[in-house]
C-alpha cells in the first residue's frame, strides 16, 4: 500500500478570519499499523487548532486519515506526519495534536505535537 498522501486534505474559508477561536476536532477511531509487528494500532486523535483563513473539511480529513489504516509506522511518525500536513493545507495559527492510542502489552502511549513548537 502506498504512503499516505495530504492531497486528499480540503480547505473551506475561515468563516471569521479575525477572530481567535479554537475548533477541536475527536477522531476516536484511528487506526495504523506497528511496522515491527505488522498489528494494528488503534487510538483517538484529538485535533486542535485556532485557523487562520482556511479550516479543514470534515470529511476529507475521514479519508485521509483511513489512509494510515495499513500504513507502517511508530507512534511518533504518524503524530508528527499528520500536524505537518495538516498545518500544510490549513496554515493555522497554531495547532495541537493529541494522539492517544490504546495500550499495547500494558503500555499505554500517547504523542502530543503543536505547531508553532
Request: glycine residues 4%; negative net charge; aromatic residues 12%.
Amino acid at each position: 500500500m502506498s504512503d499516505p498522501t495530504s492531497s486528499v486534505l480540503e480547505v473551506f474559508e475561515n468563516p471569521f478570519p479575525n477572530r481567535s477561536y479554537t475548533i477541536d476536532t475527536v477522531c476516536p477511531e484511528f487506526t495504523s499499523m506497528c511496522p515491527m509487528t505488522g498489528q494494528p494500532d488503534f487510538g483517538t486523535l484529538t485535533i486542535s487548532y485556532i485557523p487562520d483563513q482556511h479550516c479543514f473539511e470534515l470529511k476529507s480529513l475521514k479519508l485521509y486519515l483511513l489512509q494510515y489504516r495499513n500504513h507502517g509506522a511508530f507512534y511518533e511518525n504518524v503524530t508528527n506526519t499528520i500536524l505537518d500536513d495538516l498545518v500544510s493545507v490549513t496554515k493555522p495559527k497554531w495547532m495541537k495534536i493529541e494522539a492517544a492510542f490504546t495500550p499495547r502489552g500494558g503500555i499505554r502511549t500517547t504523542v502530543i505535537v503543536e505547531h508553532p513548537n
